[in-house]
């Protein structure tokens, strides 16, 4: 696969296109009330989840562009504490910096220095391309978790139903 090509898909997967539920899809029409719920048998709440998406994008962000950057304890400091709870405008707060994070990637991705394939030092070797598609790969399954928490507490529409 060419260079340009694989920077033009790791795009397309950071913004959601293709078979991936897009952020904005997701928190689409959220209703304040199920912010700090936790659908039956899940451990976090919706805040939760989008806080860990954060928090996680922003890190393997920083891991790839940043030497020396130092990653947060695993598995504490990717999560909010579990009593945390937040109000309309913190949500929104979240929801901008996943949507800003995400563009800082995607600049750092097409910028010409970035070198998807060569073995960085600072990861151990791993390459820009794992990084961003550990991004594009966790993001989907916890949008996924996400949406599938609003239709259980029926607060989900799907494609089909508009």
Same mark, same amino acid.
């Given at each position: 696969?060419?260079?340009e %090509?694989?920077?033009?898909r ?5 913004r959601?296109?293709g078979?991936?539920l897009t952020l904005?899809?997701?928190v689409?029409d959220f209703?304040?009330e199920?912010?700090? %719920?936790?659908?039956?048998?899940v451990p ?11 928090i996680?994008?922003?890190?393997l962000?920083?891991?790839a562009?940043?030497?020396g ?8 400091d990717?999560w909010?504490?579990h ?6 405008d913190g949500?929104?707060r ?5 949507q800003s994070?995400r %563009?800082r990637?995607i600049?750092f991705?097409e910028s010409?220095?970035?070198?998807l394939?060569a073995?960085?030092e600072h990861?151990g070797?791993?390459?820009v ?9 966790h993001?989907?399954y ?5 949406v ?11 494609e089909?139903e508009?």
């Amino acid at each position: 696969m060419a260079v340009e %090509e694989a920077k033009a898909r790791l795009v397309a997967g950071l913004r959601g296109e293709g078979a991936h539920l897009t952020l904005e899809e997701a928190v689409r029409d959220f209703p304040d009330e199920l912010m700090n %719920e936790r659908p039956p048998h899940v451990p976090y709440s919706f805040h939760h989840q989008l806080e860990h998406i954060r928090i996680a994008q922003e890190d393997l962000l920083l891991y790839a562009s940043k030497p020396g950057h130092v990653s947060p304890a695993w598995p504490d400091d990717y999560w909010p504490a579990h009593d945390a709870t937040v109000d309309r405008d913190g949500w929104n707060r979240t929801v901008a910096l996943i949507q800003s994070d995400r %563009e800082r990637f995607i600049e750092f991705i097409e910028s010409p220095e970035c070198d998807l394939f060569a073995p960085a030092e600072h990861m151990g070797g791993r390459t820009v391309y794992r990084a961003a598609l550990l991004a594009i790969d966790h993001t989907a399954y916890h949008l996924g978790e996400f949406v599938m928490g609003r239709q259980i507490l029926g607060h989900w529409r799907s494609e089909l139903e508009r």
